[in-house]
Nanobody
Framework: QVQLVESGGGLVQAGGSLRLSCAAS????????IGWFRQAPGKEREFVAA????????NYADSVKGRFTISRDNAKNTVYLQMNSLKPEVTAVYYC???????????????????WGQGTQVTVSA
């Protein structure tokens, strides 16, 4: 059974940084890509960033380009999301998720990702 566990969330002041981790267990390489999504109170879940396990394809939401970086450590079955220059508007629960379909580019739609972690709260204070 494949599981995803997020960690690294917390409370940080505006301008600060956090690194989220998504640790995968089980046959995770049967899933082609890992994505990060976030959901703020009263809003829909939205795409943040994604990468294939091979690193052949990555993608970012326009709102985080230049400030967030997704990376992976295949030996640890872990995907990271480095978040810099944080702003209060990025406060949300952050989820990692896995996409099992082999496509040339990682996908951004929530519906494509069939396996989800439990989420980790990120709060940025002004």
């Amino acid at each position: 059974q494949v599981q995803l566990v997020e960690s690294g969330g917390g409370l940080v002041q505006a301008g600060g940084s956090l690194r989220l981790s998504c640790a995968a267990s089980g046959r995770i390489f049967s899933y082609y890509a890992i994505g990060w999504f976030r959901q703020a109170p009263g809003k829909e879940r939205e795409f943040v960033a994604a990468t294939t396990w091979s690193g052949s394809s990555t993608n970012y939401a326009d709102s985080v380009k230049g400030r967030f970086t997704i990376s992976r450590d295949n030996a640890k079955n872990t995907v990271y999301l480095q978040m810099n220059s944080l702003k209060p508007e990025v406060t949300a629960v952050y989820y990692c998720a896995a996409d099992s379909s082999r496509v040339s580019k990682v996908r951004v739609g929530v519906a494509w990702y069939g396996l989800w972690g439990q989420g980790t709260q990120v709060t940025v204070s002004a």
